[in-house]
């Protein structure tokens, strides 16, 4: 005679739709490319874990005032966070997206400052893939679309992060619950300890 408590179960299964079951599983986070190696734009990257958000900045000594504010959000995905807290450097496979969204200044109640607005101004994703890069990590820029082409390695954002990131080429200095961490582990650059140094002298 059949268990009646796993008759229920099945039946109670049956009948959930099939796309409710679909999206109770969590997307993938790891890289994913189309045919021709262009980079797919995660859907959920919001859903990851956040790690700063940078205002105005600019990494370009010459650089002149813009006539207008912008936010840059980092978010990078749940498995390369894990285990950046546990080696104090990331794994491969690991994503790190820029999100920029322009500034607003006047909207509702607020009187002075700044606020994100609704709008996303541009996206690009730092990935390190060592079986597809020669130099393990690779950057892309979405405009607008849902796939971008790797950005050619002569391009200047790959010698910048080479020679002043923090950790494994990228900006960790600028991650304020992941650099002390990172002190912590001993995987800062030696680079990035004598710059940091110069600058608070």
């Not at 049956?14 to 599983?25: D, R």
């Not at 006539?67 to 894990?82: I, L, R, T």
């Amino acid at each position: 005679m059949p268990n009646k408590a796993v008759v229920a179960c099945v039946s109670i299964l049956l009948l959930v739709p099939a796309g409710f079951l679909l999206n109770a599983v969590p997307a993938p986070s790891s890289p994913d490319y189309t045919r021709d190696g262009e980079l797919k734009l995660p859907r959920n990257y919001r859903q990851w874990v956040y790690l700063t958000t940078g205002f105005d900045m600019s990494y370009n000594p010459n650089a002149t005032q813009m006539d207008h504010h912008m936010f840059d959000n980092v978010f990078v995905n749940p498995e390369a966070y894990s285990a950046f807290l546990t080696n104090g450097t990331w794994p491969d496979k690991a994503m790190l997206v820029l999100e920029t969204r322009m500034a607003e200044g006047k909207g509702s109640i607020n009187q002075r400052g700044n606020f994100q607005g609704t709008g996303v101004a541009g996206i690009e994703i730092h990935v390190k893939d060592g079986a597809r890069f020669p130099g393990k990590w690779a950057f892309f820029i979405f405009d607008n679309a849902k796939t971008a082409k790797m950005v050619p390695t002569d391009m200047p954002c790959y010698s910048c992060h080479a020679e002043h990131g923090a950790v494994d080429t990228t900006f960790v200095q600028f991650y304020p619950t992941l650099l002390p961490l990172a002190k912590s582990k001993g995987t800062l650059s030696a680079t990035y300890v004598k710059e940091n140094a110069a600058a608070h002298q």
